[in-house]
């Protein structure tokens, strides 16, 4: 590894160990172009790859933290994960006709600026436009780097003005960019108004910078958040190399704090699309207190098709998962809907068959067996008045709130279908009444 710029955890003394542990240092020595990074790694390209490079850059910009840039493997960068999430590729030129610069409508979801509003009890809230690192396989790529977009306090107060006016919003994730890069004082400003909406139970966070600069978990970030609980953290570890002695501590921090950890991995060709690397990421990741939350199918956004993987290796991987570790390091594997349809959990099957009185099952070894089915259930009729059944207010079960499958399965609801509105069965027939 060249050390040149303490490119290592903190070898060179060129950078005092201070400077070296400042996370706003980090930021201001960011690496953005290609030629310091060169000079920084060592890492060098011929003229030809930087033009590539050069083009790539100026669809999608760079930023790497020095810190996340001492991970490289300089002795064969170019199948290393934290170069390929970190450092662009001229594969990102070759932009797919399905992929879509907002692939899960969040903007068709967002009533307003900064909120998006797609299940009916939770919102995610964006405070910030800016990461600390720009991963190549992000999500929403078409927000990088993008100076009209800004996201300021009138935007911000407007979005917690939504929040307040919408009761059925008992869930805030805060999100952008990656919120830590607020200042404390402005990230605790957000806090405090969420905490004085009644019906905001729990308040989120999801944020890389334990990751990729986990400098930023200072004990004064630690002891604000630990003063709006319930707050949840939810980070992103893609390969178990980025659990590095100061990543852990950052996590120590905060879970210390009383802050429950989630982590969301993304599935990525030549990264982690490995069963042996994903169960040793979780098993690492449980041991710092971190519950290995998603791991997401990558999405359809420009520049990432050398990214993805087929669907049935994210099956693979969770096949050799169940029953060969602890449920509790077995993400939830999900695509998240191109179109703006949410989290779809993907498993491998397990239910081989059922009638009426019987399951059959297979397990993790192939092991097939039954499980009887109960003869005397005697179905309730609920009417959904949670509240005189079980002496809790339970307002959010209301008929007229219940939505998709769980309307269909309601004995109240008379509706014994869901079509779509765009079906032009639905239209021949309205046609034909007029």
């Known amino acids: 590894m060249n050390q040149d710029l303490s490119i290592a955890s903190n070898g060179n003394s060129n950078v005092p160990d201070a400077q070296w542990k400042d996370w706003k240092w980090h930021l201001r020595h960011s690496i953005h172009h290609i030629i310091p990074f060169e000079k920084i790694t060592g890492i060098t390209f011929n003229q030809v790859q930087r033009q590539e490079l050069e083009k790539t850059l100026s669809l999608f910009p760079m930023s790497i933290t020095p810190y996340y840039a001492s991970l490289i493997d300089t002795d064969k960068p170019f199948n290393d994960p934290v170069f390929m999430q970190c450092f662009p590729s001229s594969q990102e030129l070759s932009i797919e006709s399905f992929e879509m610069d907002d692939p899960l409508h969040e903007e068709a979801d967002s009533p307003i600026p900064c909120i998006t509003h797609r299940y009916p009890d939770r919102v995610l809230l964006l405070v910030s436009n800016n990461c600390a690192m720009y991963c190549r396989h992000c999500t929403r790529k078409r927000r990088v780097g993008d100076t009209d977009q800004g996201i300021n306090s009138e935007l911000i107060r407007q979005a917690i003005g939504y929040i307040r006016d919408h009761s059925e919003i008992r869930d805030v994730l805060l999100s952008g960019g990656d919120p830590l890069m607020l200042e404390d004082h402005q990230l605790e400003a957000i806090l405090i108004e969420l905490r004085t909406i009644p019906h905001v139970e729990i308040i989120r ?5 334990p990751v990729v600069l986990p400098y930023r978990i200072t004990n004064e970030l630690t002891a604000m958040l630990k003063k709006y609980h319930p707050l949840w953290i939810n980070t992103q570890y893609n390969h178990p190399r980025e659990l590095t002695k100061a990543s852990k501590k950052a996590l120590s921090k905060l879970a ?3 802050i429950p ?3 969301q991995s993304v599935l990525l060709a030549g990264i982690n699309d490995c069963p042996s690397i994903i169960k040793s990421l979780s098993h690492e990741l449980v041991k710092q207190r971190v519950r290995p ?19 049935g290796k994210g099956i693979e991987i969770m096949e050799c998962m169940v029953g060969h570790t602890s449920g509790l390091c077995i993400p939830t594997f999900v695509i998240d809907a191109p179109g703006g349809g949410g989290k779809i959990p ?10 009426d009185h019987k399951v059959i099952l297979r397990n993790y070894e192939g092991l097939i067996t039954t499980y009887q089915e109960p ?11 949670c509240s005189e059944c079980i002496n809790i207010s339970m307002d959010d079960r209301s008929e007229e709130k219940l939505v998709g499958i769980e309307k269909l399965l309601s004995d109240q609801y008379e509706t014994i279908t869901i079509s779509p509105m765009d079906s032009e069965r639905l239209k021949r027939r309205d046609d034909e009444c007029c």
């Open 205 to 209: 966070i999801g944020t890389r910078m």
């Open 256 to 258: 210390d704090a009383g």
């Open 261 to 263: 950890l989630g982590n």
């Open 293 to 311: 939350y998603y791991l997401y199918q990558c999405d359809l956004s420009p520049g990432l098709s050398h990214f993805r993987t087929p669907v």
């Open 346 to 355: 993907v498993m491998p099957h397990y239910i081989i068959s059922w009638s």
């Open 375 to 385: 003869d005397h259930y005697q179905s309730r009729d609920c009417d959904s008045q």
